[in-house]
T-cell receptor
Framework: DARVTQTPRHKVTEMGQEVTMRCQPI?????VFWYRQTMMQGLELLAY????????DSGMPKDRFSAEMPDATLATLKIQPSEPRDSAVYFC?????????????FGPGTRLTVL | GENVEQHPSTLSVQEGDSAVIKCTYS??????FPWYKQELGKRPQLIID?????GEKKDQRIAVTLNKTAKHFSLHITETQPEDSAVYFC?????????????FGTGTRLTIIP
């Protein structure tokens, strides 16, 4: 049963520290999405990749957030420096990238707490 | 860009009764409307979707209806059971043009009262 994996599952850090979250998409999927979930904002799209190329990062605060795909099996989301308002659950999702089939498969999420 | 509104934000129904969650979208070009279910502490998972070329789709106790003219779509759950308690998200997308982005609604927390 192929699933998206994310590490770490939980992260507690202090304000100002760098945070790196990792995602392994399902093998064969060529689209990757990063979402942030808070109680107030629901599921907010931060970044979106197709074939490792960034297509849309308009939802991401550029001054402190960065997203990359070093290879097809790894996507990273980095926050530097972190702030308390970044506390949220960060989900990664992947998809087949077939225009007629658009299901996104979500990972278990990384729960980030910035003190 | 697309904007999706979802109502209600919370919903409580007696076990066995029906639940209805409604969403509206702004972009008339949107042609794909999935619904995701997120149980407490878990990841969102697709439960049903509908494309703009059909008006209704059913899968056992869940159904989705789409009104393209009014730009709204709804999720219907009949004979609700305790395991239906979760947060439900609607979403809208334009597929077929190399775009895989989903715009999500803000979610509905559904509670089934035993």
């Amino acid at each position: 049963d192929a699933r998206v994996t994310q590490t770490p599952r939980h992260k507690v850090t202090e304000m100002g520290q760098e945070v790196t979250m990792r995602c392994q998409p399902i093998l064969g999927h060529n689209t990757v999405f990063w979402y942030r979930q808070t109680m107030m904002q629901g599921l907010e799209l931060l970044a979106y990749f197709r074939n490792r190329a960034p297509l849309d990062d308009s939802g991401m605060p550029k001054d402190r957030f960065s997203a990359e795909m070093p290879d097809a099996t790894l996507a990273t989301l980095k926050i530097q420096p972190s702030e308390p308002r970044d506390s949220a659950v960060y989900f990664c999702a992947s998809g087949l990238g077939i225009s007629s089939y658009n299901e996104q498969f979500f990972g278990p999420g990384t729960r980030l707490t910035v003190l | 860009g697309e904007n999706v509104e979802q109502h209600p934000s919370t919903l409580s129904v007696q076990e066995g009764d029906s639940a209805v969650i409604k969403c509206t979208y702004s972009d008339s070009a949107s042609n794909y409307f999935p619904w995701y279910k997120q149980e407490l502490g878990k990841r969102p998972q697709l439960i049903i979707d509908i494309r703009s070329n059909v008006g209704e789709k059913k899968d056992q106790r869940i159904a989705v209806t789409l009104n393209k003219t009014a730009k709204h779509f709804s999720l219907h759950i009949t004979e609700t059971q305790p395991e239906d308690s979760a947060v439900y998200f609607c979403a809208a997308s334009i597929i077929g043009f190399g775009n895989e982005k989903l715009t999500f609604g803000t979610g509905t927390r559904l509670t089934i009262i035993p």
